[in-house]
């Protein structure tokens, strides 16, 4: 028996329709063909909307569904450019034919080889004027920041639209619950290609908070009114998210005493323009402490010592005492532990314990136990790296790190390194929790030899310092730097400056800033620095001077895409008495791969008749770079350098040096591999070549 059913023409359509969507196109290259207007000049940028389906269609692995996604993408650009009545046709053409074919089953896909889209973009409407009809309790000029200026710009009807609610919510929030913006009456000029707008605009009457009332069997009347008074809203306009943040607050309050309260809240129109909150509250039992446990997360034990967390709850609930809970505190905890940079997890809760150790308790209390558990971060690395970069050639370093040494959650480093310029030995210590949340004291140490162009060098030194982060972006530092130096072979040499056996002792204090989103491979933000020092006698220098560096930088990305930095800096040295000359271990230069790049390492000005750079007391450098992703981690750049150095103190003039140049940039998690070739149109002061190579880690700021 045969069952027969008789499909409408719409139904028809639309089986055929679902079949294309499950139909790829044909594994063999499509040309595209875009038909538009002579007058239509913006192709590329309306195809460059609907890329991705763009690509697959024309590799031959695209689908019928990227074909309509393609075709919307393109009209929606239309549309948000102010073409409002544009549309997309397109047609699919076998060429042997040389006529559009009417695909039915998916065998035809086949034999598409071609498709041709024809944009009919119509006239490009512009928005013209804008104005509110209705009483306003609010200037049009402030309604109208929520709207695109209207000045030449494209006619946009989701834009207006989204505009529309952006002014029904910022109502809202100031109260004007009952108002009713919209939407949107345009009106088309005569012979014109602008649209006039009239937003309709109802408000009603704006609605505070007249009265606030907590209701509970549990509290006494006084603690129900001081809970009302906590909340901090009433007489505020009202807004149904301030309703919530009330009840936060009372939960909040009565979590400080012990409790791990319920609050329900009911807000009420009593009148025009008049609301009521009305809060039910149930306290439960007050929560007391009679212990603090420490877990491991899992099953791997912890290293970190439990003395140490235990620290940390100590002032809130000491040992030996039922206190109650207070959460505020317990969240408090929890972010400062995380803070300390060892912990993967941290989860903090509190558990009720056994009737016998709720002894002494009333019956409304409850002994609870707060419970932490932890998984730590891996706290313990070796680090090794090899690497090539134009002055020091070959390049090996080898690092232990240790983030939570001892248990104690202080850090610890000791590296070496080794090049064919030299070697050099470097450790370090930081206590982050003696000082306090937020501040963190140093102590570095280290022994290096340099083979230098001017100068070779052995040297040793240590550092105490103390850094206190005003915020996440902000840091203030203080830090004594001993260092002795003893100099040999030195071809930069100024007659009477020279101190062989040279020792230093210095205070430096620094201000930075850094929004920056990674200091090694930044895309956005910004960082800046001031770090002057001073080195007198009485601090063990030879010589008494003081100097200081400018630090500046800044970066901004243009969707992941293409990467604009920029940064300068500015250093000096000057003496404290009425002496000149400054030793070489302490003068400035410039050159090389991580300053301007057209020069070798510390060449740039002040070059001797030996063709040596002698070194100066001020310098200054600035550096612009445009970056562009190729593949994934690989970016090509563009690079523009200029510096001076000075032979005299706080000085701003002197003999420039430039170089312009091209690179590449290959991300890795230690910072991106670079490799720049530099040209100098500029003077070549004691450099044999205009042209440079540098291969290095890290960018050039």
Not at 56 to 80: N, P
Request: glycine share 10%; charged share 30%.
């Amino acid at each position: 028996m045969a069952l027969m059913v008789q499909l409408s023409r719409k139904t028809r359509l639309l089986l055929i329709l679902l079949t294309l969507l499950c139909v790829r196109l044909p594994a063999t290259e499509v040309e595209l063909r875009f038909l538009v207007p002579e007058d239509f000049t913006d192709l590329e940028r309306m195809k460059r909307e609907a890329e991705p389906e763009l690509e697959r269609i024309s590799a031959g692995e695209g689908s019928a569904a990227d074909l309509a996604d393609a075709r919307y993408a393109m009209e929606t650009w239309l549309s948000q450019d102010g073409y409002a009545e544009g549309l997309i046709r397109f047609r699919m053409l076998d060429s042997a034919a040389a006529d559009e074919i009417e695909i039915l089953r998916a065998e035809d896909w086949s034999r598409v080889e071609i498709i041709e889209f024809e944009v009919r973009p119509g006239q490009k409407f512009f928005l013209g004027s804008l104005t509110f009809d209705g009483e306003l309790s609010f200037e049009e000029t402030r309604l109208r920041e929520f709207f695109p200026p209207p000045e030449d710009l494209p006619y946009d009807r989701r834009r207006i639209e989204d505009a529309v609610s952006r002014v029904e919510r910022f109502y809202t929030i100031n109260g004007y619950i009952d108002a009713e913006i919209g939407p949107a009456v345009e009106t088309r000029r005569e012979d014109s290609p602008f649209f006039d707008l009239r937003i309709p605009v109802e408000e009603g009457p704006q609605y505070r908070i007249e009265e606030v009332e907590v209701q509970s069997d549990a509290l006494a009347p006084i603690r129900r009114r001081e809970l009302e008074q906590s909340t901090s809203i009433k007489g505020e306009v009202y807004f149904p998210r301030l309703a919530a943040e009330g009840a936060l607050r009372i939960e909040r309050e009565l979590g400080r005493s012990g409790f791990a309260a319920e609050v329900d809240y009911e807000a009420e129109i009593v009148a025009r323009g008049r609301m009521a909150i009305t809060y039910t509250v149930n306290p439960g039992p007050r929560l007391m402490v009679v212990a603090v446990e420490i877990r491991p997360s899992g099953e791997k034990s912890l290293r970190t010592r439990r003395s140490l967390v235990r620290d940390f709850f100590a002032r809130e609930f000491p040992t030996g005492e039922t206190t109650p809970v207070n959460f505020d505190s317990l969240n408090r905890i929890e972010g400062e532990l995380y803070g300390l940079g060892i912990f993967s997890l941290v989860e903090i809760r509190v558990e009720e314990r056994r009737e016998e150790e709720a002894a002494g308790l009333s019956e409304e209390s409850r002994a609870v136990a707060v419970v932490v558990e932890l998984e730590e971060l891996r706290s313990q690395y070796l680090e090794l790296e090899a690497s090539w970069n134009s002055y020091e050639l070959l390049r090996g370093e080898v690092g232990f790190n240790d983030r939570n040494l001892f248990g104690l959650a202080r850090l610890f480093s000791l590296s070496g390194y080794g090049s064919l310029k030299g070697y050099g030995i470097q450790g370090s210590g930081t206590d982050p929790l003696i000082l306090g949340s937020g501040s963190s004291i140093s102590l570095n140490g280290d022994l290096s030899y340099r083979d230098g162009e001017a100068f070779e060098q052995r040297q040793f030194g240590g550092e105490l310092s103390v850094v206190n982060r005003i915020d996440s972006a902000t840091a203030l530092s203080a830090a004594y730097q001993y260092r002795r130096s003893v100099t040999g072979r030195v071809s930069g040499e100024i007659a009477g400056s020279e101190i062989s056996d040279f020792s230093s002792g210095r205070l430096r204090f620094a201000l930075e800033y850094d929004t920056r989103d990674s200091p090694l491979s930044p895309f956005e933000g910004e960082a800046f620095s001031v770090a002057p020092f001073v080195a007198p006698r009485l601090l063990g220098s030879d010589i008494g001077f003081y100097g200081g560096l400018i630090d500046l930088e800044g970066h901004r990305s243009f969707q992941r895409r293409i990467t604009l930095s920029a940064a300068g800096r500015y250093r000096i040295r000057a003496r404290t008495d009425e002496e000149e000359g400054i030793p070489i271990q302490e003068r400035l230069f410039l050159g090389g791969a991580h300053s301007v790049r057209s020069f070798d390492q510390d060449q740039l000005g002040l070059i001797n008749a030996e063709g040596v750079s002698r070194g100066g007391l001020s310098s200054l450098e600035a550096s612009a770079e445009i970056r562009t992703r190729v593949a994934n981690e690989l970016f090509a750049s563009l690079f523009y350098d200029v510096g001076f150095v000075s032979p005299r103190s706080f000085s701003l003039d002197g003999d420039l040096g430039y170089a312009l140049g091209a690179g590449l940039r290959y991300y890795l998690p230690i910072g991106p591999l670079r490799f720049d070739v530099a040209y100098n149109p500029g003077p070549t002061y004691g450099s044999s070549s205009r042209w440079r190579m540098h291969f290095a880690v890290g960018l050039s700021y």
